[in-house]
């Protein structure tokens, strides 16, 4: 709690004479007799005359701050304490003073008592509370004595404090005097004090009953209030007013302010305390109280803000409809404690079904019988026929053909549309009687409806049927016919067909879909979430807008890490790591127990953006202002919250600077488990704040950036494990704005200025971070307009903060920690570090409106001291996909992305160096140990504003980022220097539409290209600069002496600027020719950036032959402007002699081939990856003087032929597998703990065979394991070292009995704890069974019923827990070959692995190569 403090100086309240404190009883208890009767007349619920003493007063508080405020504590004192109030704890020097004082003799018993009076105060508030305590002192005091209220105090409670047992006999002593204490346990109290004081170094005395933690509205001096509704009265809890809240209630608005407190009655059998305003101020030591941090509110309970933006005025410093906290204001609310978000452990398909739900419904035109044949085991739709059993009598043979081709226990579903009856001959009619079980069939008759849902091949109670009469009025009603099956992984659906009439048009019609809700797999332990509650599922696609909400359904069936949802999904959610990049989707929890809401019109009206929204966005809002005293917030929903208004957002800590201990806060403030959704302007904002934990708390569907930091002076403030998603535009700030808002919203631009969306605006992002020393760690960016975590840097403060740090210090001040962050599903980039905000108003020179992005470069330096070493900022453990732009953009330098895992991105990452030469000082760029894929498996789906739908490398469709012939790139180098390593690259793979690149350029870049980018262990070539003042012409041709013939042409960068700048790629040690097409420059600086000491150049530069030269060495500090060591140079008598690097600065002008000839050398050192020395940046200037009509004609090659070298032969030597190349992970992930394995089964089916393939396998990371022979293939890995541990080869062409070794088998050699792995090539049938009833015990939800001459791949675990992982895959012959891939999670807390589970791998599977074991040569299979 932060102290509150009078001003300095300030006087206490004049002390009261005798008799007006004594005459101030009966009112005091006649209003106390009103509260309990409930007098609801009243509008002020404490009236005190104002000088008497309270305990808000500065004489009480300074009395205490000055004597008992420390950060030390005493031992245990907080367990034992109110929780009503954050007090100020003994301290040291406190209790030191307090010690000497009372132990003074008694000539000075005036100060020793005033002393025993404070120390006692102290223990009765910290104790039982502030209301008692004040109640009892306000009328005693050391000058004389009065006659005390009956107040009976707990002896042994005192007793129970832990202070010194001397000082609490004293205090003690005082009480009884007083007349206070509580005579039957006077004598027992005592004694245990005397025992303390003899033993003095005994553990404190312990209470008799060890409490847990008393919860707010338990407290024994709160007095019940039921004031009912009236919202024209304003209500002001205030001085010595203790309520506890048991009804709902409304006002017009509600203070609490001047020691009052108000406590929300908890009550969860009792209905929901619902407390209406129009706004809710605490300040001046008011306090409001829903639950504590150790006794959280059970019930539930809603504060709701009503008003429109046009009713009444609003209140200075807050506004209108909003909960305020001001000097002094305490604010603790708590509900339930919930697992806020987590992530999705399998994938979660449209409509719950792997292939998706299907629905169909014909009219007219669907004459005959309708079929649809599906897959019993995963609800796909495998084939849809019509046959006119009406009209043509062909169609009774094809439809017993097509039956015939279908493999037995596929599910049949039937349909008559219209008629089907009069050519449907007998034969027909027995076989679907036979193969179907259907009863009707027999009798159907001309128009009469008829559905049938059933197995083929089952038996006749198993089918679901249906019809109705046609008696010629053309409306029939609907004959429905239902079944209910099961996937192989435990998911229920539904088929459904139905036929009938309709005012005389034939329906007919088929739906498949999940039934009694769909159950999800979740990575954490979500008992906590409960029915009726509503959760939302993120976006794993490039469309933030396919994030979906539902509504939590009672599931007695599930586990820990389950529940079941209402409603069906209308995309794909990715539960699983998909090559090797985690894109499991978020799942946060919406709803809490205590709810702070907006009260909203209908739609849209006034002066609310209208024309951007349709909707009422004036809603609620928090706002803490400077020296509160303590806010916490956990467990809390905010809903239509925020105003499009500058200011008012769901919550804003305004101004607060440090609220942490730093700032004299003893219990850090702290925003815990909120769940801030579909809100107005912004989620959090920190606002000249600092030392903020925002933690567990989502932000969904709002406008603006969402977690917010606003002047770029916010620092030290902590987001750890948030979600933020569909984050949309706003109006409030250019950067919030969307290209319609940029360009409608002008009002601040100068002049007829129209802003340039693209640059200016158009930059929402989830996470706007204004300051680098912020900390970022697990948060999840899953959606924004724009971009998901954007670094922006204020070049100055801005707002409100201006003046707080000198220019430029926030692109200077080292990253704060960035550690295992997720951003995906944004349209621009997923992370963005670079650009910043303009800090100037708009005028003529710069008509752009105020924080208008702009440009700024991030260049971290120790101290934020640009004079002092570079501090790399540490990009560690990002994961960013399906962005539709960027998965990540960075400038600056020096940056380092490591542990990083990008894919299905635009462009995975693209790093800009810090600046070019001169601006900057130089910097570099590093990436390693990431993983980077082009086109995953993860193929998205369509709808949810996803633009492009079309075919990737692999020929399936799937969505697509920008458009459909955009060149996708892994990692673009902009500039450089940029050093990659340990990185992988997969599937980048081009089509016919487009071209695909691993590592690429920046294409459009018109900078050079560093030549120290290096990947891997290539290094690459120096570079030389060169500055020319107005040259004639802007193109510079240089060539090296050796290829003089083949010039490299550069154009300046600088156009209109008196200085052009070149940057040509050179090689060290070497002899270069510079012209211009043109006349030479008068002045040219030549500066050798990037070179090490001792480095050197041969330059030969093109003149007029009557050119008189001066040429100057020197060393220009590039940050001050300054130039030292200037050494002028001396011409030379020869080209040898300037050129022999001696030392000596020599110049040398043949005017016979015009060349002034130049050594080129670095002498100074430098450091990392800076362009210049330490000491600065060396360079050469020369002046030429030049007459007009001057004219030249250079040879083209100035320097002596050398004979072409020996070219060395190639080797011929293989290059061999490198196995120190990529990323040492297998799997990028948000659980860095986990280990992975890469599980890939490939099966055959019999046409596989006949089409030439050969070899089905088993791949276990980069390890593949062939099967050539025909029949199953088991393969056991143990779960908790990933070592195999098992193989096993099952014939079920030749074998006997297969069925019952398989079950053997599984039954008695495979382990618990164990992965197992099925491969097929060419199964027949599995003798000896019709169904296997055995892989129900490896996880499949029902036995497999194999297909003749299909194929089957299965991810198994034998063991007592049913992963989400498993998966099973049964296909008939005439389908694609069965196949699986997944990355599977070893020794996972499910498995219960022993202690001794890291053993080594019986196979050493490598990462980085394949390696191919043929099973024909292994000596024995198990």
């Known amino acids: 709690m932060r102290p509150r403090q009078a001003p300095p100086g300030a006087p206490g309240p004049p002390r009261s004479p005798p008799g ?92 020793s008592c005033d002393m025993l009076l404070k120390l006692s105060r102290y223990i009765l508030k910290d104790t039982f509370g502030s209301s008692l305590a004040w109640n009892l002192f306000r009328f005693y005091n050391c000058d004389q004595e009065v006659n005390l209220p009956k107040i009976r105090i707990g002896t042994l409670k005192v007793v129970q404090h832990k202070v010194k047992p001397f000082l609490l006999h004293r205090v003690l002593q005082l009480l009884r005097n007083m007349g206070v204490l509580s005579e039957a346990q006077q004598s027992k109290a005592f004694n245990l004090l005397k025992k303390q004081m003899l033993n003095p170094r005994k553990a404190p005395l312990k209470p008799e009953k060890e409490q847990s933690g008393t919860c707010p509205e338990a407290d024994q001096h709160l007095v019940p209030w039921r004031p009912g509704s009236d919202t024209s009265r304003t209500a002001v809890v205030g001085r010595g007013a203790a309520l506890r809240l048991e009804s709902s209630a409304a006002f017009h608005s509600l203070v609490i302010r001047d020691g009052g407190m108000l406590v929300f009655a908890d009550c969860p059998r009792g209905p929901p305390i619902t407390l209406r305003a129009r706004y809710i101020l605490i300040h001046d030591g008011g306090e409001l109280h829903v639950g504590s941090e150790r006794c959280p509110y059970g019930s539930r309970a809603t504060i709701s803000l009503y008003g429109r933006a046009s009713d009444g005025a609003a209140v200075e410093g807050f506004g209108q409809k909003f909960l305020g906290v001001g000097r002094g204001g305490v604010l603790e609310l708590h509900g339930r404690r919930t697992r806020s978000w987590t992530l999705l452990d399998k994938t979660l398909h449209p409509g719950g079904l792997r292939y998706g739900p299907y629905f169909s419904e014909r009219r007219w035109g669907s004459r005959g019988l309708n079929l649809r044949i599906l897959d019993a085991g995963t609800a796909r739709v495998l084939a849809a026929a019509r046959f006119d059993t009406h009209l043509r009598h062909g169609e009774c043979g094809r439809l017993r053909s097509f039956l015939a081709t279908q493999p037995p226990g596929t599910v049949v579903a039937a349909a008559v549309g219209d008629s089907a009856a009069r050519s449907l001959t007998l034969e027909t009619r027995l076989l679907l009687r036979d193969r179907l079980g259907s009863a009707h069939i027999s009798r159907l008759r001309h128009r009469q409806p008829w559905a049938l849902v059933g197995i083929l091949g089952g038996d006749q109670p198993f089918a679901a049927e249906d019809k109705r009469e046609y008696h010629g009025s053309g409306t029939t009603g609907l004959a429905v016919a239902r079944r209910e099956f099961l996937t192989y992984d435990g998911t229920g659906f539904t088929v459904t067909a139905f036929s009938g009439w309709i005012k005389g048009v034939p329906h007919n019609g088929f739906k498949v879909e999940a039934s009694n809700g769909i159950i999800l797999h979740l990575v954490d332990e979500v008992t906590s979430w409960l029915p009726g509650d509503r959760i939302v599922v993120a976006s794993t696609d490039y469309s933030m807008h396919q994030a979906e909400e539902f509504n939590l359904l009672p599931c007695p069936e599930c586990k820990s890490n389950q529940v079941k949802i209402d409603g069906s999904p209308l995309y794909l959610h990715i539960g699983e790591v998909i090559d090797g990049v985690d894109m499991r989707a978020e799942v946060g929890l919406l709803t809490r127990n205590i709810l702070i809401q907006g009260e909203m019109e209908d739609s849209c009206y006034g002066q609310n953006q209208c024309q951007f929204f349709s909707f009422d966005t004036f809603g609620g809002h928090i706002k803490i202002l400077k020296n509160f005293s303590s806010v916490h917030l956990s467990g809390v929903e905010l809903k239509n919250m925020g105003q499009q208004i500058l200011g008012s957002y769901p919550v804003h800590f305004h101004l607060a600077e440090d609220v942490d201990e730093r700032g004299g806060y003893e219990h850090p403030t702290y925003l815990d488990n909120l769940a801030i959704h579909h809100c107005f302007s912004r989620c959090v904002a920190i606002h000249g704040t600092h030392g903020l934990l925002v933690k567990d708390t989502i932000g969904y569907d709002t406008l603006g950036h969402c977690f917010f930091l606003e002047d770029g002076t916010e620092q030290r403030n902590t987001f750890y494990h948030n979600l933020g998603l569909l984050t949309k535009p706003g109006t409030i700030l250019p950067s919030d704005r969307s290209e319609a808002m940029c360009l409608a919203i002008r009002s601040n631009v100068y002049g007829d200025y129209v802003p340039v969306p693209s640059t200016d605006c158009m930059a929402v992002s989830t996470f706007w971070i204004a300051n680098p020393n912020n900390n970022l760690i697990e948060n999840a960016a899953a959606g924004a ?19 707080q740090y000198p220019e430029g210090q926030a692109e200077y001040t080292p990253l704060g920690v960035f550690y295992n962050n997720r951003v995906h599903s944004n349209f621009k ?226 156009r209109g600027a008196p200085y052009q700048q070149y940057q040509p790629v050179v090689m060290l040690e070497q002899a270069y020719i510079i012209q211009w097409d043109g006349k030479t420059p008068e002045d040219i600086i030549l500066y050798p950036i990037n070179f090490n000491r001792g480095d050197w150049l041969h330059i030969a530069l093109c003149y007029p032959r009557e050119a008189v030269f001066q040429v100057v060495a020197d060393i220009y500090q590039r940050r001050t402007g300054m130039v030292h060591s200037v050494k002028h140079y001396l011409a030379a008598p020869s080209r040898a002699s300037a050129l022999n690097g001696t030392g000596e600065r020599l110049f040398y002008f043949d005017r016979a081939s015009g060349y002034l000839f130049v050594h080129l050398q670095a002498h100074e050192a430098r450091e990392g990856h800076s362009y210049c020395s330490q000491q600065g940046c060396e360079r050469i200037k020369i002046m030429a003087h030049m007459y007009p009509r001057d004219s030249w004609s250079c040879v083209p090659n100035p320097f002596p032929e050398r004979p072409a070298t020996t070219q060395r032969p190639v080797s011929q030597h293989p290059a061999r597998d490198c196995t120190v190349c990529g990323a040492p992970q297998l799997a990028i992930t948000s659980t860095p703990s986990v280990k992975y394995i890469r599980i890939q089964i490939q099966s055959l089916s019999r046409t596989d065979i006949q089409n030439h393939l050969t070899s089905a396998f088993i791949k276990i990371n980069d390890t593949i394991f ?31 009995n297969t069925a019952t070794a398989i079950t053997d088998y599984v039954q008695t050699s495979i382990k618990e704890r164990s992965l197992v792995l099925v491969c097929s090539r060419d199964i027949a049938d599995v003798m000896g069974s019709s169904e296997m009833p055995i892989f129900t015990r490896l996880g499949s939800a029902k036995p497999i019923v194999f297909h003749k001459e299909g194929s089957f791949a299965m991810l198994g675990y034998k063991g007592q827990a049913k992963p989400s992982w498993i998966k099973v895959i049964n296909h008939a012959g005439y389908q694609k070959a069965a196949s699986l891939q997944h990355y599977v999670p070893l020794k996972l807390k499910e498995y219960q692995c022993p202690a001794n589970a890291d053993e080594p791998l019986k196979f050493a599977f490598s990462q980085t190569h394949s390696e191919y074991i043929s099973t024909e040569a292994a000596a024995s299979w198990d």
């Open 20 to 111: 007006a404190r004594l005459r101030l009883i009966p009112l005091l208890l006649l209003l106390l007799l009103l509260l309990l009767a409930g007098g609801h007349a009243f509008t002020v619920f404490t009236i005190i005359p104002e000088n008497s003493l309270n305990p808000n007063t500065s004489l009480w508080d300074m009395d205490h701050e000055r004597l008992f405020h420390s950060k030390k504590t005493l031992p245990e004192t907080v367990g034992s304490s109110s929780p009503l109030r954050s007090r100020s704890l003994l301290g040291h020097e406190g209790r030191k003073s307090l010690t000497q004082n009372l132990g003074q003799k008694p000539q000075e018993k005036q100060l």
């Open 785 to 803: 307009q724009d971009v998901g975590i954007w670094y922006i840097f204020h070049r100055v403060p801005t707002g409100q903060s201006e003046g």
């Open 829 to 1054: 980039a997923g992370l963005f570090i670079g650009k910043g905000v303009k800090t100037t108003r708009a005028n003529a020179e710069d008509p752009r409106e105020y924080l208008t992005v702009d440009n700024a470069r991030f260049r971290p330096h120790q101290d934020a001291d640009p004079e002092k070493p570079r501090v790399p900022a540490v990009i560690d453990g990002l994961i960013a996909f399906k962005n539709n732009d960027h998965g990540a953009w960075a400038r600056g330098g020096d940056i380092i992305f490591c542990n990083s895992g990008f894919s299905d991105n635009g462009i995975g990452l693209t790093l800009a160096s810090d600046g070019t030469f001169p601006t900057d000082e130089g910097s570099s760029l590093e990436v390693t140990r990431s993983i980077f894929v082009g086109e995953s498996s993860n193929f998205g789906s369509q709808g949810g504003q996803n633009s492009y739908w079309g075919k990737g490398a692999n020929g399936e469709y799937r969505t697509l980022p920008r458009n459909k012939t955009f060149p996708i790139r892994g990692f673009q180098i902009y500039d450089g220097p940029v050093r990659m390593s340990k990185c992988t690259f997969k599937k980048f793979t081009p089509t016919v539409d487009r071209y695909s690149s691993a590592i690429g350029f920046f294409m459009k870049n018109s900078w050079q290209i560093s030549p120290q980018n290096n990947v891997s262990q290539i290094l690459m070539e120096k570079s030389l600069y060169i500055q020319a003042r107005r040259p004639e012409n802007l193109t510079l041709s240089i060539a090296r002496a050796t290829y003089h013939s083949h010039p490299l042409r550069l154009q300046g960068v600088n």
């Open 1266 to 1296: 062939l099967f050539n022979s025909h029949g199953l293939f088991f393969m056991v890995v143990d779960a908790c070292s990933g070592a195999v541990v098992s193989r096993r080869h099952f014939d079920t062409v030749t074998g006997e």
